[in-house]
């Protein structure tokens, strides 16, 4: 299957700190990628789906002005928390579709203090 | 509604065995399925994926479809240990919007006993 890579892979930050998340598609390119945030035993929730030179799309509940999302090329997506507080600590997990296929990175454990 | 469903378990099978995981999505007109594997901690594997009605087959995992009844379930041949996992059905849905995104069931976790 295709690659997806995120990075950081963990991060502990300070309330009202911004994190930026970076997603890449190492052997393929992606027109579409998503970004899904999974909460402990609970499922993979959506946040939003973004093509490569657009805006993102969000899911209804997800403020855009709080998670930036930036599809600049069709190998690199960012996410971006900003000004994080301690109920945006999840796992967030990023998304690649490839030959009709999504291929998930390896997520992003974020810790807000 | 979107929706897909699944028996979020957990299914207890013991090693050696076969394990059966369903699924029932909402969307009839929905053409691609997948299922993903996801261990504690860690972000989904996609394992199969099926297009058409009937079976599908790789190593020890099969993929059977059926659109009429709107079904679509995994078997798991010689289950082993390291099996044990949560296992996420997701369905392409392409009406209401959705821009063709994967609809994901919530999952079903699958404990194999040695």
């Known amino acids: 299957g295709a690659v997806v890579s995120q990075h950081p892979s963990r991060v502990i930050c300070k309330s009202g700190t911004s994190v930026k998340i970076e997603c890449r598609s190492l052997?393929?390119?992606?027109?579409?990628m998503f970004w899904y945030r999974q909460f402990p035993k609970k499922s993979l929730m959506l946040m939003a789906t973004?093509?490569?030179?657009?805006?993102?799309?969000?899911e209804q509940g997800v403020e855009k002005d709080k998670f930036l999302i930036n599809h600049a090329s069709l190998t690199l997506s960012t996410l971006t928390v900003t000004s994080a507080h301690p109920e945006d600590s999840s796992f967030y997990i990023c998304?690649?579709?490839?030959?009709?296929?999504?291929?998930f990175g390896p997520g992003t454990r974020l810790t807000v203090l | 509604q979107k929706e897909v469903e699944q028996n979020s378990g957990p299914l207890s099978v013991p090693e050696g065995a076969i394990a059966s995981l369903n699924c029932t999505y909402s969307?009839?007109?929905?053409?691609?399925f997948f299922w993903y594997r996801q261990y504690s901690g860690k972000s989904p594997e996609l394992i199969m994926s099926?297009?058409?009605?009937g079976d599908k087959e790789d190593g020890r995992f099969t993929a059977q479809l059926n659109k009429a009844s709107q079904y679509v379930s995994l078997l798991i041949r010689d289950s082993q240990p390291s099996d044990s996992a949560t296992y996420l059905c997701?369905?392409?849905?392409?009406?209401?919007?959705?821009?063709?995104?994967?609809?994901f069931g919530k999952g079903t976790k699958l404990s194999v006993k040695p």
């Open positions: 973004s093509n490569e030179g657009s805006k993102a799309t969000y």
């Open positions: 052997d393929f390119q992606a027109t579409t």
């Open positions: 969307d009839r007109v929905s053409q691609s």
């Open positions: 099926i297009y058409s009605n």
């Open positions: 998304g690649g579709k490839g030959n009709n296929e999504q291929f």
């Open positions: 997701a369905v392409n849905m392409l009406y209401g919007g959705s821009q063709g995104n994967l609809i």
